[in-house]
């Protein structure tokens, strides 16, 4: 009895040397794990306050209203106010515009805002707008 109490204590302390082994094994890569969430949410936010910077200087260069339709836009659109317009597609709904749609937009002046139909994004034209 003696002899079987003594196997099964030494069975038990290997085994807790093992989970200890295992549990250290855990911890470090634990760890790692936060030492590497921490250095990308530190460059995260160094990215974030970066672009800030950069939209404060391009915001002072657009005019008030504008802007305030923009932010208005992009608040109800889930972070979004103004979308490419790229070959006759709205980038912000994917949606293709349809045939007066297009003919208005390119009958607009170059300085006109546009909106989305479908969507109410401001659309940015470019090259590859289609009009």
């Given at each position: 009895?003696?002899l079987e109490v003594?196997?099964?204590r030494e069975s038990a302390?290997?085994?807790?040397?093992?989970?200890?082994?295992?549990?250290?094994?855990?911890?470090?890569?634990?760890?790692?794990?936060?030492?590497?969430?921490?250095?990308?949410?530190?460059?995260?936010?160094?990215?974030?306050?970066?672009?800030?910077?950069?939209?404060?200087?391009?915001?002072?260069?657009?005019?008030?209203?504008?802007?305030?339709?923009?932010?208005?836009?992009?608040?109800?659109?889930?972070?979004?106010?103004?979308?490419?317009?790229?070959?006759?597609?709205?980038?912000?709904?994917?949606?293709?515009?349809?045939?007066?749609?297009?003919?208005?937009?390119?009958?607009?002046?170059?300085?006109?805002?546009?909106?989305?139909?479908?969507?109410?994004?401001?659309?940015?034209?470019?090259?590859?707008?289609?009009?």
């Amino acid at each position: 009895m003696v002899l079987e109490v003594m196997e099964r204590r030494e069975s038990a302390q290997e085994r807790a040397a093992e989970l200890t082994e295992r549990l250290a094994s855990l911890q470090a890569k634990n760890d790692d794990a936060t030492a590497r969430r921490d250095a990308a949410t530190q460059q995260l936010d160094a990215e974030a306050a970066e672009v800030a910077k950069e939209r404060e200087v391009v915001a002072a260069a657009v005019p008030a209203d504008l802007l305030k339709l923009y932010d208005k836009l992009r608040e109800k659109q889930g972070g979004v106010g103004a979308a490419r317009l790229y070959q006759r597609k709205c980038e912000g709904c994917r949606l293709e515009l349809n045939v007066t749609e297009v003919a208005e937009l390119r009958a607009a002046a170059p300085d006109t805002v546009l909106r989305c139909e479908n969507c109410g994004r401001i659309l940015v034209r470019t090259a590859e707008s289609g009009l």
